[in-house]
């Protein structure tokens, strides 16, 4: 029996290494068509940029070939070394990117400005895998100067933000830049000089490229890679060909011995022209930014064993046939084609173009998203389907605010060598801030020593320097377009955030005590009506003021009340299990409760009516748990303790959420046990609300819920009329309450001040509003006028 066991183990073992090399496979394979583009096509534009200006009439073979010793060097040490093997391992639960490293370096250190941190947050399982083995060891004195010192941690932020900025440039340059690369073939076999056709013809694919953003990243995802994998195949084939006809000497330029040849021979114009060497390794970010679609093995597998080798073959093929044809350097791509070949791998350098910029468009909407969970992006509504890459959404908004950058400097500059110094500037910088960010990293997360920090940060910061010392020359051709641009997103992001905490520090201190709305008894001192009100509030403790606010002017509410509190977690993502926090406010006679809902940065909202029946179903498991002693409840307590319901083994057997397309609201609800729970609304109001939810485009998505109370015995009979209660509010219908809120600066303030105030209240009335941003359904909607004077 013993041996049959372990045959049926081995087997299964098998079948289980079979279904993972496949889902391994499958991955990388995937990746080529949504990681590796931008990286792929950079032979289209590399020799062209370093051979540009002083250079452009290099009469030297070991020019070439030092050339090429610098474009593999920087390949192996930037992106096989760096990414590669050491970044795609610094990962946070699986997700990497300028934002990943700033939540780490919060969870791990009290270095977020928003005051909103909960003890109870460092209990998710999200945030205690990375950090719980180093809760013994004494925080390092940077740690603890950084925590001490407000100002360091703006300077933290804006450094974030500065790399945050630059992603977004790349995702508006690295369109311009691919497209008038791909077609500048034309120039040879179709003789069109005329830049304001190639100019044309470039427009129209990059709007083409914008205009299908929306269809998402999984189809892409799975209908680009033959695109990008023939590509290869074909700049492979080449570069071999080029090798071995023209120059197979063209190995020895692998010794680094040719770049003190190449500097000696180019003296100053070489340095100058330094920065064309690093477009070699654009595009290689986004293999860090995007790891959260995919995993670190499929990605260092599609690297190791295709990209990298079709790269550096490819690289080392243009050198070959440089060295014997030197006067080519301007347009070294197209012409070591063969003749015969240039027309097959000119369609597919422009389709390759296309898809190479998916990346870099996709890291943009992903960092801003991410930034707007930290509060450092005004609103905007991501979009998300279940049938794309899962976290992966697409922002309108910026789509099309990428797209007409993108034209402008498509138009506008129409000059590849330009464009490239400005693509190099923003990708240059966001590599310098993510070697400064992982060096942190390395002290506060990973408490290694200050020595490997430095040493990771000089063995690669200075490289980086080195490249931005050239670049710097190159600001007033080109270069100037990611500094002014990074400058605008700059003040937005940063004017943004600075109001939101402002105006969370206003709420804090204007809001209510609790004991003094307990202190009006059960009734509140108002009139209660049938129904569920959920208050949304930034305020995870205390009353919030417009409710106080809501009861001055209309002394009326609903019978059942939720303070709901949505808040993000410097963690990537928050189990669903572990996303609700229910907490009750007082006795129980006075039906309050209090609802945290945890986001992570990478978190999309679900629809409101989910939400909805979610946090009802949470609310009786709440009151459930309480009866039994399970919670931690004192009765008569301001604040009670907030209890993770949904982690509960009794979760959603005892009242019972089902889908019945025979439901309609309003009408009766039977229950187990000869209970009954029928809606309080009078039928003409019943009429109104159905009318109301016709005419409503939401109507059609919202689904019909039942819940139904399964017949328990309960010791305490208040705990079933409670449930009763709960539930009968929520077939009367849910109301949603909110802030409509107008900040301004005070009279005194100082004029940064007042700028920064003014643009957020510009921002907040011309941007998505909130209830877009949370999905709440428009007819249940009730705004609350409130004046901030921050």
């Given at each position: 029996?013993?041996?049959?066991?372990?045959?049926?183990?081995?087997?299964?073992?098998?079948?289980?290494?079979?279904?993972?090399?496949?889902?391994?496979?499958?991955?990388?394979?995937?990746?080529?068509?949504?990681?590796?583009?931008?990286?792929?096509?950079?032979?289209?534009?590399?020799?062209?940029?370093?051979?540009?200006?002083?250079?452009?009439?290099?009469?030297?073979?070991?020019?070439?070939?030092?050339?090429?010793?610098?474009?593999?060097?920087?390949?192996?040490?930037?992106?096989?070394?760096?990414?590669?093997?050491?970044?795609?391992?610094?990962?946070?639960?699986?997700?990497?990117?300028?934002?990943?490293?700033?939540?780490?370096?919060?969870?791990?250190?009290?270095?977020?400005?928003?005051?909103?941190?909960?003890?109870?947050?460092?209990?998710?399982?999200?945030?205690?895998?990375?950090?719980?083995?180093?809760?013994?060891?004494?925080?390092?004195?940077?740690?603890?100067?950084?925590?001490?010192?407000?100002?360091?941690?703006?300077?933290?932020?804006?450094?974030?933000?500065?790399?945050?900025?630059?992603?977004?440039?790349?995702?508006?340059?690295?369109?311009?830049?691919?497209?008038?690369?791909?077609?500048?073939?034309?120039?040879?076999?179709?003789?069109?000089?005329?830049?304001?056709?190639?100019?044309?013809?470039?427009?129209?694919?990059?709007?083409?490229?914008?205009?299908?953003?929306?269809?998402?990243?999984?189809?892409?995802?799975?209908?680009?890679?033959?695109?990008?994998?023939?590509?290869?195949?074909?700049?492979?084939?080449?570069?071999?060909?080029?090798?071995?006809?023209?120059?197979?000497?063209?190995?020895?330029?692998?010794?680094?011995?040719?770049?003190?040849?190449?500097?000696?021979?180019?003296?100053?114009?070489?340095?100058?022209?330094?920065?064309?060497?690093?477009?070699?390794?654009?595009?290689?970010?986004?293999?860090?930014?995007?790891?959260?679609?995919?995993?670190?093995?499929?990605?260092?597998?599609?690297?190791?064993?295709?990209?990298?080798?079709?790269?550096?073959?490819?690289?080392?093929?243009?050198?070959?046939?440089?060295?014997?044809?030197?006067?080519?350097?301007?347009?070294?791509?197209?012409?070591?084609?063969?003749?015969?070949?240039?027309?097959?791998?000119?369609?597919?350098?422009?389709?390759?173009?296309?898809?190479?910029?998916?990346?870099?468009?996709?890291?943009?909407?992903?960092?801003?998203?991410?930034?707007?969970?930290?509060?450092?992006?005004?609103?905007?509504?991501?979009?998300?389907?279940?049938?794309?890459?899962?976290?992966?959404?697409?922002?309108?908004?910026?789509?099309?605010?990428?797209?007409?950058?993108?034209?402008?400097?498509?138009?506008?500059?129409?000059?590849?060598?330009?464009?490239?110094?400005?693509?190099?500037?923003?990708?240059?910088?966001?590599?310098?801030?993510?070697?400064?960010?992982?060096?942190?990293?390395?002290?506060?997360?990973?408490?290694?020593?200050?020595?490997?920090?430095?040493?990771?940060?000089?063995?690669?910061?200075?490289?980086?320097?080195?490249?931005?010392?050239?670049?710097?020359?190159?600001?007033?051709?080109?270069?100037?377009?990611?500094?002014?641009?990074?400058?605008?997103?700059?003040?937005?992001?940063?004017?943004?955030?600075?109001?939101?905490?402002?105006?969370?520090?206003?709420?804090?201190?204007?809001?209510?005590?609790?004991?003094?709305?307990?202190?009006?008894?059960?009734?509140?001192?108002?009139?209660?009506?049938?129904?569920?009100?959920?208050?949304?509030?930034?305020?995870?403790?205390?009353?919030?003021?417009?409710?106080?606010?809501?009861?001055?002017?209309?002394?009326?509410?609903?019978?059942?009340?939720?303070?709901?509190?949505?808040?993000?977690?410097?963690?990537?993502?928050?189990?669903?299990?572990?996303?609700?926090?229910?907490?009750?406010?007082?006795?129980?006679?006075?039906?309050?409760?209090?609802?945290?809902?945890?986001?992570?940065?990478?978190?999309?909202?679900?629809?409101e009516n989910d939400f909805e029946n979610e946090l009802v179903m949470s609310i009786a498991e709440f009151i459930q748990l309480e009866a039994?002693?399970?919670?931690?409840?004192?009765?008569?307590?301001?604040?009670?303790?907030?209890?993770?319901?949904?982690?509960?083994?009794?979760?959603?057997?005892?009242?019972?959420?089902?889908?019945?397309?025979?439901?309609?609201?309003?009408?009766?609800?039977?229950?187990?046990?000869?209970?009954?729970?029928?809606?309080?609304?009078?039928?003409?109001?019943?009429?109104?609300?159905?009318?109301?939810?016709?005419?409503?485009?939401?109507?059609?998505?919202?689904?019909?819920?039942?819940?139904?109370?399964?017949?328990?015995?309960?010791?305490?009979?208040?705990?079933?009329?409670?449930?009763?209660?709960?539930?009968?509010?929520?077939?009367?219908?849910?109301?949603?309450?909110?802030?409509?809120?107008?900040?301004?600066?005070?009279?005194?303030?100082?004029?940064?001040?007042?700028?920064?105030?003014?643009?957020?209240?510009?921002?907040?009335?011309?941007?998505?509003?909130?209830?877009?941003?949370?999905?709440?359904?428009?007819?249940?909607?009730?705004?609350?006028?409130?004046?901030?004077?921050?």
């Amino acid at each position: 029996m013993s041996s049959d066991a372990s045959r049926e183990r081995g087997a299964s073992d098998v079948v289980e290494r079979k279904f993972q090399c496949r889902t391994l496979l499958f991955l990388a394979y995937q990746s080529f068509g949504f990681l590796f583009g931008d990286l792929s096509l950079s032979p289209l534009y590399v020799y062209q940029s370093i051979f540009s200006g002083r250079l452009k009439q290099v009469q030297n073979e070991d020019a070439i070939f030092g050339a090429f010793s610098l474009i593999f060097w920087t390949l192996s040490i930037v992106s096989l070394l760096k990414y590669s093997v050491i970044l795609l391992s610094v990962d946070d639960n699986g997700e990497g990117g300028i934002v990943a490293l700033y939540s780490q370096l919060c969870r791990n250190a009290k270095f977020c400005l928003l005051p909103n941190h909960q003890a109870s947050d460092e209990e998710l399982s999200t945030y205690l895998k990375l950090g719980s083995s180093n809760r013994s060891i004494p925080p390092s004195p940077l740690k603890r100067f950084i925590e001490k010192h407000k100002s360091t941690k703006k300077a933290l932020l804006i450094f974030v933000l500065l790399g945050a900025c630059m992603v977004i440039c790349v995702g508006a340059l690295m369109p311009a830049i691919s497209v008038l690369s791909s077609i500048k073939g034309l120039e040879i076999e179709a003789k069109i000089a005329n830049k304001s056709v190639l100019s044309r013809i470039s427009c129209v694919l990059v709007i083409g490229l914008f205009v299908m953003q929306h269809r998402g990243s999984y189809k892409v995802a799975f209908v680009f890679p033959p695109i990008i994998i023939l590509w290869l195949l074909t700049i492979f084939m080449i570069g071999i060909y080029n090798v071995i006809k023209w120059n197979p000497r063209i190995y020895g330029a692998l010794s680094p011995h040719y770049i003190y040849k190449f500097f000696r021979l180019t003296g100053k114009g070489g340095w100058v022209n330094l920065g064309g060497v690093f477009l070699c390794v654009t595009g290689t970010e986004a293999m860090f930014g995007d790891l959260g679609y995919y995993r670190q093995i499929p990605l260092r597998v599609a690297f190791y064993c295709v990209i990298y080798p079709c790269l550096v073959l490819q690289y080392m093929g243009q050198a070959a046939f440089l060295s014997k044809n030197l006067s080519a350097v301007h347009i070294s791509f197209y012409a070591s084609i063969p003749d015969v070949l240039f027309w097959p791998v000119f369609v597919v350098s422009a389709l390759a173009a296309v898809v190479s910029s998916q990346a870099v468009i996709a890291s943009a909407f992903s960092t801003v998203q991410q930034c707007h969970a930290f509060e450092c992006f005004p609103r905007v509504k991501a979009v998300h389907s279940r049938r794309w890459i899962p976290g992966q959404t697409y922002i309108p908004e910026i789509n099309w605010i990428l797209m007409i950058i993108s034209l402008a400097v498509t138009v506008g500059l129409g000059d590849i060598n330009r464009i490239g110094h400005a693509y190099g500037i923003a990708h240059l910088i966001l590599v310098f801030v993510t070697t400064c960010l992982t060096s942190l990293a390395i002290i506060l997360v990973w408490n290694r020593s200050l020595i490997i920090a430095l040493a990771f940060a000089l063995s690669f910061g200075s490289i980086e320097i080195l490249f931005l010392s050239s670049y710097s020359l190159k600001i007033l051709k080109g270069g100037w377009i990611p500094l002014v641009l990074s400058a605008v997103f700059m003040v937005v992001m940063y004017a943004w955030h600075y109001g939101s905490r402002k105006r969370y520090l206003f709420d804090t201190h204007n809001k209510v005590s609790t004991r003094t709305i307990l202190a009006l008894g059960p009734s509140l001192g108002i009139v209660r009506v049938p129904g569920m009100g959920l208050i949304y509030t930034g305020l995870a403790t205390g009353i919030p003021a417009s409710f106080t606010h809501f009861l001055t002017n209309l002394p009326a509410f609903y019978q059942v009340v939720v303070f709901v509190c949505v808040k993000t977690v410097p963690v990537a993502w928050v189990p669903r299990e572990e996303r609700y926090l229910i907490g009750r406010i007082g006795p129980k006679s006075y039906r309050l409760y209090r609802c945290i809902v945890r986001n992570g940065y990478k978190d999309v909202c679900n629809d409101e009516n989910d939400f909805e029946n979610e946090l009802v179903m949470s609310i009786a498991e709440f009151i459930q748990l309480e009866a039994e002693g399970c919670s931690g409840k004192a009765e008569g307590s301001a604040d009670g303790r907030m209890a993770v319901v949904r982690t509960s083994g009794k979760f959603g057997t005892r009242l019972l959420m089902s889908e019945s397309s025979a439901f309609q609201e309003g009408n009766n609800i039977n229950l187990p046990g000869a209970l009954t729970v029928t809606s309080s609304k009078s039928p003409i109001l019943k009429r109104l609300r159905a009318m109301y939810e016709r005419e409503s485009p939401e109507h059609i998505t919202r689904r019909r819920i039942r819940f139904e109370l399964q017949n328990v015995i309960y010791y305490d009979p208040r705990v079933k009329e409670e449930l009763m209660e709960l539930v009968e509010a929520k077939c009367t219908g849910a109301a949603y309450v909110i802030g409509h809120s107008n900040v301004k600066a005070n009279w005194n303030s100082s004029f940064i001040k007042k700028f920064a105030i003014d643009l957020y209240s510009f921002l907040r009335k011309n941007c998505r509003a909130p209830v877009v941003g949370l999905n709440i359904p428009s007819i249940s909607l009730i705004k609350v006028g409130m004046n901030y004077n921050v």
